[in-house]
Nanobody, 128 residues
Framework: QVQLVESGGGLVQAGDSLRLSCEVSEQTIDRYAMGWFRQAPGKEREFVAA????????YYKDSVKGRFTASRDKDKKTGYLEMNSLKPEDTATYYC?????????????????????WGQGTQVTVSS
């Protein structure tokens, strides 16, 4: 059973930055991909960013491009989501998730479907 532990959320003002972390308890991390999602109250969970651990490519939701950066430290088995220039509309519970980096993942990475394991979620609140 793969476990993910998230940290780094908080309450900030518009324009501030936060970095979320997601530590993965999986030895063969290269087999996996990681996604970041968020869910605001009353809304569906939406894709934010994703990458495969054995690839340099990273994918982003259009509205966060240029503001958010998803990265990984394979030695630490930890993924990060650096969020800059935060806006009130970024307020949500943020989740990290991992799934096997298969061709199906590449087709569906923007949806929750190819992710088998999820973090507990961390709240990000951006005040105006």
């Amino acid at each position: 059973q793969v476990q993910l532990v998230e940290s780094g959320g908080g309450l900030v003002q518009a324009g501030d930055s936060l970095r979320l972390s997601c530590e993965v308890s999986e030895q063969t991390i290269d087999r996996y991909a990681m996604g970041w999602f968020r869910q605001a109250p009353g809304k569906e969970r939406e894709f934010v960013a994703a990458f495969r651990w054995n690839s340099r490519s990273t994918y982003y939701k259009d509205s966060v491009k240029g503001r958010f950066t998803a990265s990984r430290d394979k030695d630490k088995k930890t993924g990060y989501l650096e969020m800059n220039s935060l806006k009130p509309e970024d307020t949500a519970t943020y989740y990290c998730a991992v799934g096997l980096a298969t061709p199906d993942w590449l087709r569906m990475y923007k949806t929750p479907r190819p992710y088998d394991y999820w973090g507990q979620g961390t709240q990000v609140t951006v005040s105006s």
